[in-house]
């Protein structure tokens, strides 16, 4: 077996709450024992709602935040070895604030591409390259105070890429970014895959982003590692129900009233005279939809169409974190091995 | 090391000179603190040449001296702690640490900028002193003066780091280097000698390295002093850097570790 790129072995992360001059039993959990392990070349995506725990895990893969249990391998390293770990990865982050805002891009890169180790033409031409990779060519000698979030940002990446890092962590990238630089954004990192085989670990809020880009996807809620999968895998995994969508004839109150008993909660529409658009979630084994479609033909209402749509990662998502109920309830019904369904019809 | 070092010296030269009003008017202020002094000691004339004795007798030279050496211990002391605390409004310190830069070459890097503009300032206070307003250096041990100046500057950088280690764990540590920096001013001998203060005072000024740097340089610039004369003040200097400084990077090392597993490396 290949080593991973990344690999955690029940690494956890509790803050004390007084840190200092006492402490206490117990504390926040930001990070419950989690294993994980991303391969050499992948593009993993972690997915998960504020303070679910996501920055802390990698920060605690970068070293810059140490685990209070287990431990992990990153590039190759053990976190006890944080400045060989520092040297192989990158990290974008999303804060805005850490760049010398007096300083023109170029001379903030130049300052990090030097805390790297990098000199001389090396470093010159490093930076330039990243510059142009992010699309900043051009604006470099520019205040970085005077650069936009979508600039700042933009700026953020390439000094990630200054050293050529073979782990690339990407905290939030396109959260500032503009359509057009998160699409510029979506090509370099495939581009970076590509040519450089760089495996790139992406926090992103974005759903369709994490879709589009990521091998594979992990939810992190509430400091656990719900599930990690194939995007596509996931939501069937997840949430094993489509959106059904058929129009039919006769009135919305006579459609309504004849599948009162099958369909309970269906949304209805008239988008025509003498026409009635049901919405409705069923299973994807088509028993209930069957059902539906038998008991209308029964009662004389012609069918013109049916559209059926897979739920979006979005909406997986949503009903998984929705509220400290919501995310009980989800909880008990989501995991992996239930193949219960959430979404009542 | 050496590129890292110029790297962190051009970073915060550009800033500096970014701000030019400020710039020039910390230039400015320079002529009008040695013009109050040089009032100041053609006020007091040959009154106070007694107790000056053993540095000349030049009330202006003593406190030139004390000006001068006053500076690197201002920024000794609070250039550390305020380039932790700049970094970490700025946010910039997670990003340092994001690079294979080892702890200790930040913590210095980052005070590399103050200690060169106090040596301008330092320079300029000697010209103005020598050029302007008939400043003599007659018996002088310059290379004694030197290493003075040097163990002067680790052991005061030695008591920044650690206000700095303070800062960097309670995010605040103003009131250490505040208390440290008025205590030098009251007790070290920066604006008067030691030797017009109570004995108590006498004796707890002992405790602070400043005390032995001043009489040390002002005996190497002002009285000719040799090395045997000297060799108290040196070894006591000698014994404060070999003390506090692996003191103060260890200190500086466990804060971080400390922040590290706070995870408030970004917080301030």
């Not at chain 1, 190759?76 to 400045?83: A, E, F, H, K, R």
């Not at chain 1, 890092?165 to 057009?180: C, G, I, K």
């Not at chain 2, 053993?54 to 004390?66: E, M, N, R, S, T």
């Not at chain 2, 300032?121 to 307003?133: A, D, S, T």
Request: charged share 15%.
């Amino acid at each position: 077996m290949r080593d991973a790129a990344i690999e955690t072995f029940e690494l956890t992360k509790q803050y004390d709450q007084r840190p200092f001059f006492r402490r206490t039993q117990g504390g926040q959990t930001a990070v419950y024992p989690l294993n994980l392990r991303v391969e050499p070349g992948e593009l993993f995506g972690l997915l998960g709602p504020n303070g679910a725990g996501k920055t802390t895990l990698v920060k605690m893969l970068c070293t810059l935040v140490l685990p209070s249990g287990g431990t992990a391998q990153v590039a190759g390293y053990g976190l006890d070895n944080g400045s060989a770990i520092r040297a192989a990865v990158g990290l974008v982050s999303s804060d805005e604030r850490s760049f010398y805002w007096r300083l023109s891009a170029q001379r903030n890169l130049d300052f990090f591409a030097a805390m790297h180790g990098l000199r001389g033409a090396t470093a010159r031409q490093r930076v330039a390259a990243v510059l142009q990779d992010v699309g900043l060519e051009g604006v470099g000698e520019r205040p970085f105070a005077q650069f936009s979030s979508g600039m700042k940002q933009q700026l953020a990446i390439a000094r990630g890429l200054l050293h050529q890092p073979r782990l690339l962590f990407l905290d939030e990238p396109s959260r500032s970014l503009d359509p057009t630089a998160t699409h510029n954004l979506h090509l370099l990192i495939q581009r970076l895959r590509r040519e450089q085989a760089m495996t790139i670990f992406l926090i992103t809020h974005d759903l369709a982003e994490a879709e589009k880009l990521c091998d594979r996807v992990g939810l992190l809620h509430q400091g656990k590692l719900q599930t990690v999968g194939r995007p596509a895998d996931l939501r069937r995994q997840l949430w094993t129900q489509r959106q059904y969508s058929i129009v039919v004839s006769g009135k919305k109150t006579a459609v309504l009233s004849t599948l009162a008993s099958l369909l309970p909660n269906a949304e209805a529409s008239e988008p025509a005279a003498g026409q009635t658009q049901l919405s409705f979630w069923a299973e994807e084994d088509g028993g209930r939809l069957t059902a539906v479609l038998d008991h209308l033909r029964h009662h004389q209402h012609h069918i013109y169409t049916i559209e059926a749509t897979p739920p979006s990662l979005e909406a997986v998502f949503q009903r998984f974190t929705a509220g400290e109920q919501g995310s009980r309830e989800a909880e008990e019904n989501f995991l992996p091995c239930s193949p219960t369904p959430l979404p009542p019809i | 090391m050496l590129t890292r070092l110029r790297a962190f010296l051009l970073r915060d030269f550009y800033i500096e000179t970014s701000y030019r009003l400020a710039f020039w008017v910390g230039i400015g202020s320079i002529f009008l603190r040695v013009l109050i002094f040089y009032f100041l000691s053609q006020f007091v004339g040959d009154q106070v040449a007694p107790l000056l004795e053993p540095y000349g007798g030049d009330y202006f030279a003593f406190v030139l001296i004390g000006l001068a050496l006053g500076s690197y211990f201002g920024v000794g002391l609070s250039s550390f702690s305020q380039a932790v605390r700049q970094a970490q409004t700025t946010g910039t310190l997670e990003a340092l640490l994001m690079t294979p830069t080892a702890v200790g070459t930040v913590i210095v890097g980052s005070a590399i900028w103050s200690y060169t503009y106090a040596t301008f300032r330092v320079l300029i206070y000697l010209l103005i002193g020598i050029g302007l307003l008939g400043l003599r250096f007659t018996t002088t041990n310059y290379l004694a003066a030197l290493l003075a100046l040097l163990l002067a500057i680790i052991a005061f950088a030695s008591i920044g780091i650690l206000a700095a280690s303070v800062m960097m764990i309670t995010k605040r540590g103003e009131a250490l280097t505040a208390l440290f920096g008025n205590a030098a001013n009251l007790i070290g001998g920066v604006f008067y000698p030691v030797s017009i203060m109570p004995n108590w005072l006498q004796t707890v000024a002992q405790l602070l390295p400043i005390t032995h740097a001043l009489r040390a340089m002002r005996l190497a610039l002002l009285g000719g002093a040799s090395w045997a004369d000297l060799a108290p003040e040196m070894f006591t200097l000698a014994a404060f850097c070999l003390v506090l400084f692996p003191l103060a990077l260890l200190c500086f090392r466990f804060a971080v570790e400390r922040a590290r597993q706070e995870g408030s490396l970004a917080h301030y």
